[in-house]
């Protein structure tokens, strides 16, 4: 096998090129986020991405981007096109640049035959130009694919370079990154590489990073590289080890300063778990119903709360009034608190989530109410302005936020600050 | 000035290359909307986009991909980096590529202080790197920016190529592109290009093109070309014209045309409205109040409404009841329906939205009930089984759908199903 391609720690870092392939994408008719993702991943390795391309189905364009990126750059990484049809070229295409023949892999054959036994599909139900995808460029390593028919592909071509083919489908590409790709790029054969992900919500991006500069300045194995999100900052830790529980050892530690650091804005440090499912797991441990009432947010806090499979143990309803009669109507706020105070006011929020507990008698309750804009603001009430209620078991917190941005980003960032309180206000009385 | 670029309807198309500038959007901090609104709209000119590139802020990569782009391509357009800080820096290094010198623009100097005035901002909280703004390269034309400080510009190298350099906020990259450069691109120096979009609901890509078929092989001035997105599918009608007047003449007969073709299936001609700020606008003009009883999309229905400015005048609540006892509590549904039927039924989705109209009182309801999945599946009923129920005062439409995809997925098209079966019982009611 190949020397190491990468060391973490080391001072000069692999240059690494993304290059999308599809028309589709190309023309906007699907939004590119495996690119996003790939640079978020190689970033958290300490490698570079200075350079990113689209191309369409055409093996012309395909050969001359293909063909300067290995020129240019370490390691391409090509997603797309390597699908069972006659425009999906980029194995060929990448044979072409590297300068290999092709030949028909059983490992690859093999894959293809296991996928449709999973998915138990008979011989007749499979088209004959799937089995294109077991003809793979020569001397390559072929990538298992769990969860499609295109397995993918690394070409070590003869001047050192790599060039890594991914199939275009996220729930395919990632777990075949993640899985084999990763560990190849890191240089790892015998060893693997162990990577942890600390969550943290509430605190913006440069006022986390300026809490660990010590640790990223420090940092050779393992490695610290911080990512925003909206409403969140991901905080990746990555360590090369010879097996798990070496690479465990080597993380673990820095989880737990990370921890000793941000405590309870951590909100999780698993891999695939969201904002929403940290805080829907987090209630069902705590045998915790919760209720929405919604008004400026309008449906998208329930809504995002929804996704997460599972989350009937611990919802049953949610409200959205969003007319003053419906708040009156449902939660019992006083026509009083409404004429004093207005529907966007601390005094109507806390109403909400109270009326809220007593209607459904839900152990947690969460009541949203601002101004989304863009009109509808005066003197003192700009829009943006957005009032947060959380009562559990009785007790009330209220927050006010003056939130930035059109009336579609304020409604969105409400509702990641609303999930945030939500855990917050669990985590003082539970944790 | 110039020679028209580009004549809509010869054979020869424009090649037109995207740039995006920025270091977020290369690592996948923010997501890259720009390049997708442009390659729509240039696709809808008949232009073709072979390339896209992204790249950093660093001037000597941003030269090679500029310089790359300008060679085999007509025109390049960039975005992003146009900005007052010292790592904006977009528009020197295209002035390099383009051979040009650098001179402060009077009638840039203009645009940013007439934007200072407009956002009243005082000479001392102007920083004095806002003037760089006013810097542009020998000859290019310079681009009023209604919404933001960077003006926007065009330079034409010696060679006839053009370079297009415009600000990364969509808010100002697109009414800069629509009013300014796409009329630029397309040769219209003292006439107008002319543009109508007809959004079309609940008919696939393939069909919609099958049926217009006739109209596109026939196309000169004005063109017509179909653009796709989740749900819908755009067709944009544009003409070349010496005034709007023959703008409009030109463009409406076609727009008839797709009216008699596509009937009740067009939800809008008008550029900026959304499937739901249609329906809302439908709901006001009928003086309709409506309300949402949700189960599966659990709040995504009513979340997409209330993101129309000005929905509080026919949405006074909605209700997500997901549990079945919330559905026997707020809308009545039987438990012998729920017995016999199950949630995810078109009997208890009947019962959702007739409930609705009662407890509400509201003039159309709207009910969705379904198997999300990944989960929950039986014989009978597989995940993304959905069951939505429109009542308008009194009459029931029910529909069945088997959605594809992930759970997201399903919601996301279950909220589009629901708009659209809102809008056709409406139209067949009303229209």
Redesign the interface.
Known sequence: MLAPLYQIGEKETMVVELISVGTEI????I???N??????RL?GFGMS????????D?PE?LYT?LK?AKDRSDVVILSGGLGPTQDDLTKETAAKVCGKGMHEDQKAKQCLIEYFKKTKKTASEISENNWKQAIVPDGSIVLYNDNGTAPGIIIEADDGKKVVLLPGPP?ELIPMFEKQVAPYLCGIEQGVLYSKVVKIDSIGESAVEMAILDLINEQSNPTVAP???PGEVHLRITAKAKDEEEGEKLVMPIVEELKRRFGRHIFTIEEHVTMEEALVDMMIRHHLTFA?A?S????????R???V?G??EC?????????N??KM??LGVTEETLKEFGAVSAECAKEMSEGLAKKTGADITIATTGL????GGTKDKKPGLVYISCTLHGKTTVQRHQLNG???KV?HTAVVRALTLMRHTIIHEYE
Not at 26 to 29: D, S, T
């Open positions: 190309l023309l906007g008719n939004v590119n986020t690119a996003a993702y790939l640079a978020e970033a991405v200075y350079f990113q391309e689209t191309v369409g055409n364009r981007v300067q729930h990512y925003a999100k929405t919604e400026c947010t309008g449906g998208l806090l329930a809504g709360l929804v996704n499979a989350v009937s919802f049953n309803e949610g409200l959205i009034t969003y007319a009669e419906a109507k449902y989304a804009g863009p009109g059109n009336r579609d409604r």
